[in-house]
T-cell receptor, first 112, second 114 residues
């Protein structure tokens, strides 16, 4: 089935630093989404991208839908302790499949 | 407004026992999805409903897994004769209409099979 390669697997940063994580696929995706999951909770949508080349911001978060439609990145600027959590990329692959596919997640730790 | 709710939040089952997991989607949401999330992994698609119709069940790992949504609202995921490998978090999500629209997730049911 479809797979998303998400990196890095984990990050340890100092408060105030910027963070970047990305997701790649060998096949084309129609949408890219970024979710954050806190312990014991379900994923919460951060940013949704629907068009190749689209660059979207949500506060300190910025995400882009790659031109090739095979990749996406998420940047977090000026990290704060509450940014701690697991970030997942997800998307809908092209080709008629209705299933949303998730990456394996990036675990972010922010040291105050 | 109320989000997606799931019950129970935690379930411990003995191997071989049947379990039923409930999902209450956001009111008015037509599409409902079930995902399985193993420890340290991303959610993996199990099945998808549009109203009461189960349009895709290709992600269900075996015939021990069964899902229903008889009235197009509440859904139940049933696992028969549970095995240890069924231990995971089971997430439910709903979206207003089509599958490509934003999916809102519930908190999940954490299932532990002993």
């Amino acid at each position: 089935g479809q797979q998303l390669n998400q990196s890095p697997q984990s990050m340890f940063i100092q408060e105030g630093e910027d963070v970047s994580m990305n997701c790649t696929s060998s096949s084309i995706f129609n949408t890219w989404l970024w979710y954050k999951q806190d312990p014991g909770e379900g994923p919460v949508l951060l940013i949704a991208l629907y068009k190749a080349g689209e660059l979207t911001s949500n506060g300190r978060l910025t995400a882009q839908f790659g031109i090739t439609r095979k990749d996406s990145f998420l940047n977090i600027s000026a990290s704060i302790p509450s940014d701690v959590g697991i970030y997942f990329c997800a998307g809908h692959p092209q080709g008629g499949s209705e299933k949303m596919v998730f990456g394996k997640g990036t675990k972010l730790t922010v040291n105050p | 407004g109320a989000g997606v709710s799931q019950s129970p939040r935690y379930k411990v089952a003995k191997r071989g026992q049947d379990v039923a997991l409930r999902c209450d989607p956001i009111s008015g949401h037509v599409s409902l999805f079930w995902y399985q999330q193993a420890l340290g992994q991303g959610p993996e698609f199990l099945t998808y409903f549009q109203n009461e119709a189960q349009l895709d069940k290709s992600g269900l790992p075996s015939d021990r897994f069964f899902a229903e949504r008889p009235e197009g609202s509440v859904s139940t995921l049933k696992i028969q004769r549970t095995q240890q490998e069924d231990s995971a978090v089971y997430l439910c999500a709903s979206s207003l209409w089509r599958e490509e629209e934003t999916q809102y997730f519930g908190p999940g049911t954490r299932l532990l099979v002993l």
